[in-house]
């Protein structure tokens, strides 16, 4: 099968562990682009966090971010997707995080919105990272019908408490994902890594089948099911290598690159 899109994570997939692209997976990926294959990074990672990665790697084809809520153009960071939540689906969300004061990021469009204060720890870590942000007081009243996720912060026993919480107000109407143990995330039911790469394939007349796609997390599920190739990596969950139809080197071990050059290079 001759591959045409390449869909690719970040973290734990073509990110070492130290949070850099390794040569190996740039020249691979190179490679592929030169080919003609199209490359794409498909990421739960907001936009200011994945610009900068599709400039080093020389893309032109519109990226997928935060966990298919959008997918934006490389050259000009225009939205050319986005799946918007429903406000009165998620003002018991709100109502709940505001009577516990809960440390909150909400994404409206391009832009971060918190009410954790600037010199908090948690903004440091995300602003080491590129991520730009706009602190607001009164930040229950700036959440609107453009909201794209929402996000809370906190230790991962008090999520799993707010997830069994919010279970009972919000059960079929968000997808939550517990994220590197510290962040709880709402988006709409329906949206995922799978459905915008769905949709992105689409728009360039690709087939599923000629789609192949590469994880470790349980995200990345949803794209790994739609590709005619889903590949895990070495490092995924046991869970996530079991959807998978090949499983790579870890990403310390450029398994990003080994797989590109055995499925799409043929080397």
């Given at each position: 099968?001759?591959?045409?899109?390449?869909?690719?994570?970040?973290?734990?997939?073509?990110?070492?562990?130290?949070?850099?692209?390794?040569?190996?997976?740039?020249?691979?990926?190179?490679?592929?682009?030169?080919?003609?294959?199209?490359?794409?990074?498909?990421?739960?990672?907001?936009?200011?966090?994945?610009?900068?990665?599709?400039?080093?790697?020389?893309?032109?084809?519109?990226?997928?971010?935060?966990?298919?809520?959008?997918?934006?153009?490389?050259?000009?960071?225009?939205?050319?997707?986005?799946?918007?939540?429903?406000?009165?689906?998620?003002?018991?969300?709100?109502?709940?995080?505001?009577?516990?004061?809960?440390?909150?990021?909400?994404?409206?469009?391009?832009?971060?919105?918190?009410?954790?204060?600037?010199?908090?720890?948690?903004?440091?870590?995300?602003?080491?990272?590129?991520?730009?942000?706009?602190?607001?007081?009164?930040?229950?009243?700036?959440?609107?019908?453009?909201?794209?996720?929402?996000?809370?912060?906190?230790?991962?026993?008090?999520?799993?408490?707010?997830?069994?919480?919010?279970?009972?107000?919000?059960?079929?109407?968000?997808?939550?994902?517990?994220?590197?143990?510290?962040?709880?995330?709402?988006?709409?039911?329906?949206?995922?890594?799978?459905?915008?790469?769905?949709?992105?394939?689409?728009?360039?007349?690709?087939?599923?089948s000629e789609v192949m796609a590469i994880g470790d997390?349980?995200?990345?599920?949803?794209?790994?099911?739609?590709?005619?190739?889903?590949?895990?990596?070495?490092?995924?969950?046991?869970?996530?290598?079991?959807?998978?139809?090949?499983?790579?080197?870890?990403?310390?071990?450029?398994?990003?690159?080994?797989s590109i050059e055995k499925f799409v290079l043929g080397?």
């Open positions: 099968m001759a591959y045409k899109l390449i869909a690719i994570d970040l973290d734990g997939t073509l990110l070492d562990d130290n949070m850099e692209i390794s040569r190996r997976n740039k020249q691979a990926i190179r490679r592929a682009l030169d080919k003609g294959v199209r490359v794409t990074l498909c990421s739960g990672r907001p936009f200011d966090m994945v610009k900068g990665y599709a400039k080093e790697l020389g893309l032109k084809l519109p990226f997928i971010i935060n966990n298919g809520a959008m997918i934006v153009t490389s050259h000009d960071h225009k939205v050319v997707y986005k799946r918007e939540i429903d406000y009165k689906k998620i003002k018991p969300v709100l109502d709940y995080a505001q009577q516990r004061n809960i440390k909150m990021f909400a994404f409206i469009d391009n832009i971060m919105y918190t009410n954790i204060p600037p010199d908090d720890k948690e903004i440091e870590i995300w602003r080491r990272y590129g991520q730009k942000f706009v602190y607001v007081e009164e930040f229950y009243r700036y959440i609107n019908e453009n909201l794209i996720k929402l996000m809370f912060v906190g230790e991962c026993r008090q999520l799993k408490e707010y997830m069994e919480d919010l279970e009972k107000c919000c059960k079929n109407k968000f997808i939550q994902y517990l994220m590197v143990g510290r962040y709880l995330e709402f988006v709409p039911i329906d949206v995922n890594k799978g459905s915008a790469l769905k949709y992105l394939a689409s728009y360039y007349g690709i087939r599923a997390e349980d995200n990345d599920i949803p794209m790994l099911k739609f590709a005619g190739l889903g590949v895990a990596m070495g490092n995924a969950y046991p869970h996530v290598k079991e959807v998978a139809d090949f499983i790579t080197g870890t990403n310390d071990a450029h398994g990003v690159a080994k080397d």
